[in-house]
């Protein structure tokens, strides 16, 4: 059975550097690239996601490294970070999929929020189920 688990890199501020770097590294072994979009109170918050296969055909495991919650976005100035995430994306022929979620300060843990996460993903076909 694949155990699929986020780790959290920061909320994407210079964090968002180290995802690159994993995703450049590892392209060859990207399911996915996701940007989550919350609504906090008035504010639109971004946060931004990449899925990797397992490393190895014995591994059970998939990471999902994530900037959470960092990134605000505003209809009249857009976001340099989120920008450089797309672009950094496309320069590896990834697609972002994006996906309105839930803000993860209604949830009393933030594994709650990433169960969450993980449901909503395996219910649009963009994360494998469990087998």
Do not use: W
């Not at 190895?56 to 490294?65: E, G, K, L, Q, R």
């Amino acid at each position: 059975m694949i155990q699929q688990r986020f780790i959290e890199l920061g909320e994407g501020y210079s964090d968002i550097y180290e995802l690159f770097e994993l995703m450049s590294t590892n392209s060859r072994r990207i399911f996915k690239a996701y940007v989550f979009s919350s609504k906090d109170g008035e504010n639109e918050k971004v946060s931004i996601a990449v899925s990797f296969t397992p490393a190895t055909a014995d591994s059970h495991f998939m990471p999902i490294y994530i900037c959470r919650e960092g990134i605000k976005l505003t209809a009249d100035k857009p976001s340099k970070r989120y920008e450089l995430f797309i672009e950094h994306a496309k320069s590896l022929h990834i697609q972002p999929v994006r996906l309105e979620v839930k803000h993860s300060s209604l949830f009393p843990e933030t594994q709650l929020y990433y169960q969450y996460v993980i449901g909503v993903l395996r219910l649009n076909h963009l994360l494998p189920p469990l087998q």
